[in-house]
């Protein structure tokens, strides 16, 4: 090997300051396993990066040491103490870039080098008695292109965090290589901080309904084994091998719409194959299979470097004559009640399911599957001015489950992988199970009328793997819901304002923003009675609401608006259009909050926040039953213990209560606004510099509490304006209300469509009713 190793301190010189951290469950159980098989380096996480740009060595080495110091766990250790395994934290530990030169070889003898120090770094065991782990090699084939190996144990990473790092690592190169400092984000929360937390979470009592869902679900649980070519041996080895197929294009395609049209994820579909394809090998009519998923539903865990992850048991009955859409929806309704119930230890359940510690087998799962849309987490490449990373295979470091599936959106398209257990199966085998799960998916269909999975009650982004931003309207829905489009002042010639609507409230609010301006009306609300729908990330319902209005209007320019929470859906559409190349013009948010605003709250201020609203809506909303405003259908199906029990809908038809049928449809309408407001409170919008346009109800609560641009400066940064309308929330498209925004739209719409400072044409003098702010 033609390797340099630059000098360092030596390994012994760590200094005596640390910090003591509580291990979370995961580690406790890696810490264990690696203890029993000291040797094994199946825990091991090897990942390559192919870099690009004027690279030096030195330049990366000072990167990575950088990281290595700005997120604690990359200089974490474990020590045993009598209260149990704890994270141990250096004030510094050391770190050395191993540097092995391929300059002077051939291409192919270049390649195989690397594939060779690569296989030896995966297989190399961590010592449970190392201050760190952590360590990368570094292969450089010319001065402007290289191999970076990064290999950790899973006690410090897992796929999340490893995407971090990618795109800190290039912004800290591009930084060094120009003489600045890299612009990172502040860490305000390590792992050690999160295993705090969890600590106390856990004794709670917070996750008792998870207990009791896992307890139901595991009861009765038989292990489910794929038969191998051979005996299990008395000692594991980890011996392992992957072997993987390119999906063709067209079926990695219409495996996508199929999840679409049945209203489930693809990780569904793809799980429902695979479980149909081990079952047809291991003549069982139950299928037991593992799934990791990332814990990170909180905004403050998103930056945070470790593992955050918790592996769930997906079980799967599959009789005789089965079909795929059949399993795809037992799998989303499987997959959903996991996502709402994964905060519990997978430790805690091996307990639940009776399983004895066996060094023989892997813990309670012998078949795991996962689904990756990309290894960096944010696309194939990582960029910033010069430089350039994108991730490679990673290199096996050794068989953790009997069969371990899964299925990697790499560049040439999907790839479905199996690392099987060699002392176990044959190449052949594994080949044989991985060409069964393909047959399968050929058999997908497409069919809108396929049985739809129950609603998911957490986003599927929960899934350690994503499943990325889509659409999950079916086409026949979509065009049912283009018939309703409703368009107002058609033929005249100014951009038209879209509008994502609820209820037909904007007649009055298109006459007067004027004649001249056209104003499409796109229904968002499903039509007939409540029902659940799959719950969805906040992007994949935008980018439903982006296929209509491209049915209402094909290209832009655009401009938007939406009440409500459908302000923040037409907000994200404006970033997929704007990502697609589109112009748009303005973004209007009728009284809409900003996503995370109110859940990013320390607890006891949402708690105070929830009190004043509470002690405020109850008397005004009596005084409005009294005036005649609302009826008291309206007032009592505010609450949602009245509308679960339905007690407003029988007093309503007994005729005990008042109410008309629009105020009737609006209370309908209500349940799949209250849908949308849940999978609002899981989203985090990403910084939008276009112009927007508040209008804010006068009666919003003011205070600490209640920001008076409804939360949006965390993420605007464009031109923003904010205007007072009169009316309460559900009011100020009446006329006062109607009066005062249109007004302000033509003069905006008017000032910028001339070219004008839109703050002069909007008249702003009266600081009362506007405020204005300027990036």
Partial sequence: MNGLALKVAPAHEVEASYALFPATACQVRYWHEQKASQKASALNIAFRLQLSGPLKAASIEQVLRELVARHEVLRTGFLMTGAGLRQQVWSHAPFQLEVVDLTGFEENDGLAEAERVGGQQARTPFALSSPSFFRAVWLPRSITQGELQLTFHSLVMDGWSFAILVRELVEGLAAVHAGLEPAYPDVDLHHGDYALWKEEFLASGALDLARAHWRQELRDFSRFDVSGDRLRPQARRFQGIIRSILLPGALSDRLIAAAKAQGVTLFSVAAAGLAMALQKAAGQTKVAMGTQMSVRDQQELEGVVGPLINTVILRLDIPQGSSVAAVTAQCGAKLSDAIEHLHLPFEEMMEMAGEVSDAERPPLCSVN?????????????????????????????????DLNFFMVRRPDGWRISCEGDTDLYDIETIDGHLATWRAVLETVEIDAKLPVAPAARKAAQSIAAGVGVSGFMSQAELEAKARSIVRFNEDAPGTPVIALNNTAVFYELAQRIGTDRPLIDIPMVPEGPPREFPLRAFQDLAADAVRLIRMARPNGPYILMGHCVLGAIALEAAQQLRREGETVELVILNDSWCPGYRESMPWHDKQLRKMLVRVDNIPRDIRKVKRGDISMLSFLKQYRIIRWLGIADLAYKLGLIRGNATEHAVAENRWYIEY??????RHRPAPYDGAIQIFRSAQVLRGRLFAHDLGWASVTTGDVVVTEVPGMHDQIFRSAGAAVIGKQLRARLTGAEAGTDDAAASGETDAASASRRSA
Avoid: I, K
Wanted: aromatic share 12%; hydrophobic share 45%.
């Fill in 369 to 401: 599957f996962a689904l990756q849309q990309s290894f960096v987490g944010v696309g194939d490449e990582v960029r910033r001015g010069e430089f350039a990373a994108t991730t490679s295979p990673s290199f096996n470091a050794g068989a953790l489950y």
């Fill in 676 to 681: 949308l407001l849940a999978q609002q409170a």
